[in-house]
């Protein structure tokens, strides 16, 4: 198979190393060399080298010719700086975080073909010939530049090594770096900063002369615009791509300088600037070139042969410039037949809870941390992709970790392949004996046929998703392959027909099988050790999985029934995947609060004041008596108390959901219906009666508080899997939507603090469930929305209405 799993080890290249085939689709992947300064975190992951390997895998897959290169940036400020913080040296400091860097992403899986480093010979000689043709051909002046010089420590101050407040109007952020703002994102020159200090011994450094070498952008723009025109259409660059790029054309190219006053560094290889290196951004992306020279001599075979290989790259919004504009000039400036990029993958923020990940503050989970905390890295590599932020940002929350996990892997994608398993697992006379049945017929049995087309379709999507690099949706497609099986499963009502019809049994068993066999072929770039304990409980090499037109893969997967042959004996089944309790989530939550001090303040506030409320709320019965929220059941007895006490709020399962499309009942004018998105495969219908009191346009796109767990009803035809929540003033007149808060994730589970408890499956209508605490929610004074006189409570706030207090929620 292309299922090739190429590990996250460095080292020269071997007898085994890859080259450009002729006749082959030969791909070159690279991802953007993570800073060897520090351990990644979880959005440093999914940003670059997580989304690369991804494609790797499905080109691999596909039986692509494809090459993944990657490795450590080890050059520049950064690293200095880490030094002089451990008291040790750059190369000491490289060492040690090369290695945290390469375990990482081991246990991530990550399948580099070589992970690299750029603090090699082979990039001091690739990046000083680069250098030495810009020379020869006119491309590079001298200038003579000002720059920060501090007394104290008697040295030029690299970019990184001065902090002040950001002069762009608006931002003012106060621990500006002198290469770059991190609030507002605008690159600088440290002379720009306000207010600037030194890091090192925080006095404030003077301006001084100081000679630097500059690539003269501008002497190149008409060569660079030529390319970006003609392969951001050809590579179908992403808007923020482009828009980024754009940025900086629509600017105005300016010379930049490529040299810096430091000891750690490329050496320029010039007599006057002997003591100067090259800045990082000049020789960073050229690692990209001198680590696949440690793969292989046969380097250039790679990088010199545009004509028959495709470079993908993959970086975070904030590299863009460098990849679109400064890495493409360099080489064009060298008039050599490079390969240049022809397709980008540009990923936005993932923040972390309410805040932001950063290395520098210790906010969010990190690399390590994602292994210490024993869940399965499937789960986080789903989970990150899942989440991965390729149109706006995105935020990770543990509540939506758990939610995906439980819903979507367990419930979902496990429980199908489990039930299949352990059917054919069972012994003769209630299953297979382990051995796949013949199934003649298969291709003509109505229910199957209309699952073969369905599958077929997303197979389709699948292949189309993954070939524009649209990761995420190429996830939910495969991901839904699975839901269609459980829904086949359901319709087909195996069970019976086991007793009542062998022949059609047989069939359903034979065809899930072989979407069993199809999701771990799909699901194998996402989660290669998912696909790996899916192949061995199926008793098939892992080898085998491939969707290689020329063998006919695809094809034979639009007839899941011929995928694996009858009379194969499959391995044991296991459950795939384990629950995330709401303890684990709230211990993890704690855990991994980080430093950000005025975050946790707030959450300690908010904390007291529910701790207070809890204190003063006395709820009565009718009799007067106090009544305790938490009762042992063998007390619960008193005639009014039994229904409250029993009939906890917590039985309700109400989520953060997103309206991913809302129009108006085809039979009913009153109903509006709505395609809702709930963190699940597959979005849910929803029939509302809000089309008096809500415009159409106020129902798109909005996040909603929805109940899960009411049993699905027919409405007018339409059949309505959950309810929306709304709150209604005294007289109906008024009708408003109960909003989570904004940055509250997608399908993330209401809670009421002080009140614990499993939600139902479904709510059972002859209990009365729903009616029953239906009664005790409104909206207070504050329009907080409240059951009782607790609120509504996301991971990142509570629910609220826009004017309706001591409304009746509903």
């Given at each position: 198979m292309a299922a090739d799993n190429s590990s996250a080890a460095g080292g020269q290249g071997t007898a085994l190393s890859k080259v450009p085939l002729p006749g082959k689709r030969n791909i070159l992947i690279t991802?953007?060399?993570?800073?060897?300064?520090?351990?990644?975190?979880?959005?440093?992951?999914?940003?670059?080298?997580?989304?690369?390997?991804?494609?790797?895998?499905?080109?691999?897959?596909?039986?692509?010719?494809?090459?993944?290169?990657?490795?450590?940036?080890?050059?520049?400020?950064?690293?200095?700086?880490?030094?002089?913080?451990?008291?040790?040296?750059?190369?000491?400091?490289?060492?040690?975080?090369?290695?945290?860097?390469?375990?990482?992403?081991?246990?991530?899986?990550?399948?580099?073909?070589?992970?690299?480093?750029?603090?090699?010979?082979?990039?001091?000689?690739?990046?000083?010939?680069?250098?030495?043709?810009?020379?020869?051909?006119?491309w590079l002046s001298e200038n003579t530049m000002q720059q920060l010089y501090c007394d104290t420590c008697q040295k030029f101050l690299a970019?990184?090594?001065?902090?002040?407040?950001?002069?762009?109007?608006?931002?003012?952020?106060?621990?500006?770096?002198?290469?770059?703002?991190?609030?507002?994102?605008?690159?600088?020159?440290?002379?720009?900063?306000?207010?600037?200090?030194?890091?090192?011994?925080?006095?404030?450094?003077?301006?001084?002369?100081?000679?630097?070498?500059?690539?003269?952008?501008?002497?190149?723009?008409?060569?660079?615009?030529?390319?970006?025109?003609?392969?951001?259409?050809?590579?179908?660059?992403?808007?923020?791509?482009?828009?980024?790029?754009?940025?900086?054309?629509?600017?105005?190219?300016?010379?930049r300088c490529i040299t810096r006053d430091l000891k750690w560094g490329v050496p320029v290889p010039l007599e006057k600037y002997k003591d100067k290196v090259f800045y990082v951004w000049f020789d960073a992306p050229i690692g990209y070139v001198s680590i696949t020279k440690c793969y292989t001599e046969d380097w250039e075979k790679w990088w010199k042969n545009p004509e028959n290989v495709e470079l993908y790259q993959f970086m975070g919004k904030d590299n863009v410039p460098f990849h679109t504009v400064m890495f493409p000039s360099t080489l064009l400036g060298t008039g050599e037949n490079w390969t240049l990029m022809k397709t980008i993958s540009v990923t936005e923020y993932l923040n972390y809870e309410a805040g932001k990940f950063s290395k520098s503050k210790g906010i969010g989970v990190f690399g390590n941390d994602a292994k210490d905390t024993n869940i399965p890295v499937e789960v986080w590599r789903y989970y990150l992709l899942t989440n991965r932020p390729e149109v706006s940002d995105t935020l990770f929350t543990w509540s939506d970790l758990q939610a995906k996990l439980n819903s979507e892997l367990l419930n979902n994608l496990g429980n199908f392949i489990n039930r299949v398993l352990s059917f054919i697992a069972k012994p003769s006379g209630a299953g297979y004996g382990s051995v796949i049945p013949d199934a003649p017929g298969a291709g003509s049995h109505p229910l199957t046929e209309k699952l073969a087309e369905e599958v077929r379709k997303l197979v389709d999507q699948y292949v189309e998703a993954m070939e524009k690099v649209k990761l995420k949706q190429g996830l939910k497609t495969a991901m839904s392959i699975?839901?269609?099986?459980?829904?086949?499963?359901?319709?087909?009502?195996?069970?019976?027909?086991?007793?009542?019809?062998?022949?059609?049994?047989?069939?359903?068993?034979?065809?899930?099988?072989?979407?069993?066999?199809?999701?771990?072929?799909?699901?194998?770039?996402?989660?290669?050790?998912?696909?790996?304990?899916?192949?061995?409980?199926?008793?098939?090499?892992?080898?085998?999985?491939?969707?290689?037109?020329?063998?006919?893969?695809?094809?034979?997967?639009?007839?899941?029934?011929?995928?694996?042959?009858?009379?194969?004996?499959?391995?044991?089944?296991?459950?795939?995947?384990?629950?995330?309790?709401?303890?684990?989530?709230?211990?993890?939550?704690?855990?991994?609060?980080?430093?950000?001090?005025?975050?946790?303040?707030?959450?300690?506030?908010?904390?007291?004041?529910?701790?207070?409320?809890?204190?003063?709320?006395?709820?009565?019965?009718?009799?007067?008596?106090?009544?305790?929220?938490?009762?042992?059941?063998?007390?619960?007895?008193?005639?009014?108390?039994?229904?409250?006490?029993?009939?906890?709020?917590?039985?309700?399962?109400?989520?953060?959901?997103?309206?991913?499309?809302?129009?108006?009942?085809?039979?009913?004018?009153?109903?509006?219906?709505?395609?809702?998105?709930?963190?699940?495969?597959?979005?849910?219908?929803?029939?509302?009666?809000?089309?008096?009191?809500?415009?159409?346009?106020?129902?798109?796109?909005?996040?909603?508080?929805?109940?899960?767990?009411?049993?699905?009803?027919?409405?007018?035809?339409?059949?309505?899997?959950?309810?929306?929540?709304?709150?209604?003033?005294?007289?109906?007149?008024?009708?408003?939507?109960?909003?989570?808060?904004?940055?509250?994730?997608?399908?993330?589970?209401?809670?009421?603090?002080?009140?614990e408890g499993q939600a139902d499956d479904v709510l059972n209508p002859k209990k009365k469930v729903w009616e029953t605490l239906q009664v005790d929610l409104q909206t207070n004074q504050d329009l907080v929305a409240c059951y009782k006189d607790i609120p509504l409570t996301t991971s990142t706030g509570v629910c609220k209405v826009a004017s309706i207090g001591g409304g009746s929620i509903r």
């Open positions: 991802s953007a060399l993570p800073y060897v300064n520090n351990v990644p975190h979880l959005g440093n992951i999914i940003g670059c080298v997580l989304s690369a390997d991804v494609f790797a895998r499905y080109c691999r897959l596909r039986g692509y010719n494809a090459i993944y290169m990657c490795g450590t940036d080890e050059y520049g400020t950064a690293t200095e700086t880490k030094a002089l913080e451990e008291n040790c040296t750059p190369k000491q400091i490289c060492d040690k975080y090369y290695a945290i860097h390469r375990e990482v992403y081991k246990w991530f899986n990550i399948s580099f073909d070589e992970f690299g480093r750029t603090s090699t010979p082979q990039q001091e000689e690739i990046c000083q010939a680069v250098f030495n043709k810009l020379w020869e051909n006119n970019d990184r090594l001065v902090e002040g407040s950001c002069p762009t109007e608006g931002c003012n952020y106060d621990s500006a770096r002198g290469d770059q703002c991190e609030k507002c994102g605008k690159l600088l020159n440290p002379t720009e900063l306000k207010d600037p200090k030194c890091k090192v011994c925080h006095s404030t450094p003077r301006i001084r002369d100081t000679d630097h070498l500059f690539l003269e952008l501008p002497l190149l723009k008409d060569k660079l615009v030529n390319y970006i025109e003609n392969m951001s259409v050809a590579g179908s660059w992403s808007q923020n791509a482009i828009q980024a790029t754009n940025a900086w054309l629509k600017e105005g190219l300016k010379q699975s839901s269609e099986g459980n829904a086949y499963l359901q319709e087909s009502q195996f069970w019976k027909l086991y007793k009542e019809d062998q022949p059609s049994c047989s069939i359903v068993m034979r065809t899930s099988v072989g979407l069993v066999y199809l999701l771990g072929c799909l699901l194998e770039p996402f989660m290669p050790s998912f696909s790996v304990e899916v192949f061995k409980q199926l008793d098939l090499p892992l080898e085998q999985a491939s969707l290689c037109d020329e063998k006919g893969d695809i094809d034979r997967a639009r007839r899941p029934w011929e995928i694996i042959p009858s009379g194969h004996k499959i391995g044991k089944p296991e459950p795939l995947f384990k629950e995330l309790k709401d303890e684990e989530v709230e211990f993890f939550r704690n855990k991994f609060a980080g430093s950000q001090a005025d975050r946790r303040e707030r959450a300690e506030a908010e904390t007291a004041k529910i701790a207070e409320q809890l204190k003063n709320t006395k709820v009565l019965d009718g009799a007067g008596k106090k009544q305790q929220r938490k009762k042992p059941a063998n007390e619960a007895n008193s005639k009014k108390g039994t229904v409250e006490e029993e009939i906890s709020i917590t039985r309700l399962d109400i989520r953060v959901g997103l309206i991913k499309k809302a129009q108006k009942h085809p039979d009913a004018d009153s109903l509006y219906v709505e395609e809702i998105d709930l963190g699940e495969a597959q979005p849910r219908t929803v029939v509302s009666g809000l089309v008096k009191y809500i415009p159409l346009e106020e129902m798109q796109n909005r996040k909603v508080c929805v109940l899960c767990n009411l049993k699905p009803a027919n409405m007018r035809g339409i059949k309505s899997q959950a309810m929306v929540l709304a709150a209604s003033n005294s007289d109906h007149t008024k009708v408003e939507l109960v909003d989570p808060p904004h940055s509250a994730a997608v399908g993330e589970r209401i809670t009421f603090p002080g009140f």
